[in-house]
T-cell receptor, first 113, second 113 residues
Framework: EDQVTQSPEALRLQEGESSSLNCSYT??????LFWYRQDPGKGPEFLFT???AGEEKEKERLKATLTKKESFLHITAPKPEDSATYLC??????????????FGSGTKLNVKP | SQTIHQWPATLVQPVGSPLSLECTVE??????LYWYRQAAGRGLQLLFY??????ISSEVPQNLSASRPQDRQFILSSKKLLLSDSGFYLC????????????FGPGTRLTVT
């Protein structure tokens, strides 16, 4: 069964304290792995798409990496405005399933000034 | 550029009342459309998706239904709401037949009392 697990559930950092969020997955033929940011009461905002193991994407203080079993979202020198819930999703490569995304429960990040 | 709209933003409905949530997308044609529900502190649960007008796939058996009367319009309905239908409902669109990211609307907060 396709599954996505994110850890930790919550993470509290001091401003400037770098860390990583984990997304482990089991899926039949990964077609794509996606990272989103969600602020309270709002819809998720797209951040990155990763397609194959070894791929990396960067955006400001965020860097996403992908292996065959997991993805990491590295946050370098975070600021309070980076506080949000970060969601990971995978898309199956199976033909009858490729329209569906499987989401993890998210990691709630709180960056204190 | 593409824009996705949802309304209403918030809704409070009594148990047993009907429901209609609407989602429209601008700036693209023939998108895949999705309805998700997000319970407090949990991941996104896919409810329905549509690859074209009149084509609806249901992921979770429940008292909800979806319809796509026009290419860029997606409607979520219920004849009789249950308390368990409370949650944050998100509409999303994605490009068809490929591994592209989904883009989310602002969401509707539904409280069933």
């Amino acid at each position: 069964e396709d599954q996505v697990t994110q850890s930790p559930e919550a993470l509290r950092l001091q401003e400037g304290e770098s860390s990583s969020l984990n997304c482990s997955y089991t899926v039949s033929g990964l077609r794509g792995l996606f990272w989103y940011r969600q602020d309270p009461g709002k819809g998720p905002e797209f951040l990155f798409t990763l397609y194959s193991a070894g791929e990396e994407k960067e955006k400001e203080r965020l860097k996403a990496t992908l292996t065959k079993k997991e993805s990491f979202l590295h946050i370098t020198a975070p600021k309070p405005e980076d506080s949000a819930t970060y969601l990971c999703a995978v898309q199956s490569g199976e033909r009858y399933n490729f329209n569906k995304f499987y989401f993890g429960s998210g990691t709630k990040l709180n960056v204190k000034p | 550029s593409q824009t996705i709209h949802q309304w209403p933003a918030t809704l409070v409905q009594p148990v047993g009342s009907p429901l209609s949530l609407e989602c429209t997308v601008e700036g693209t044609s023939n998108p895949n459309l999705y309805w998700y529900r997000q319970a407090a502190g949990r991941g996104l649960q896919l409810l329905f998706y549509s690859v074209g007008i009149g084509q609806i796939s249901s992921e979770v058996p429940q008292n909800l239904s979806a319809s796509r009367p026009q290419d860029r319009q997606f409607i979520l309905s219920s004849k009789k709401l249950l308390l368990s239908d409370s949650g944050f409902y998100l509409c999303a669109w994605g490009r068809s037949l490929s591994s592209y990211e989904q883009y989310f609307g602002p969401g509707t907060r539904l409280t069933v009392t």
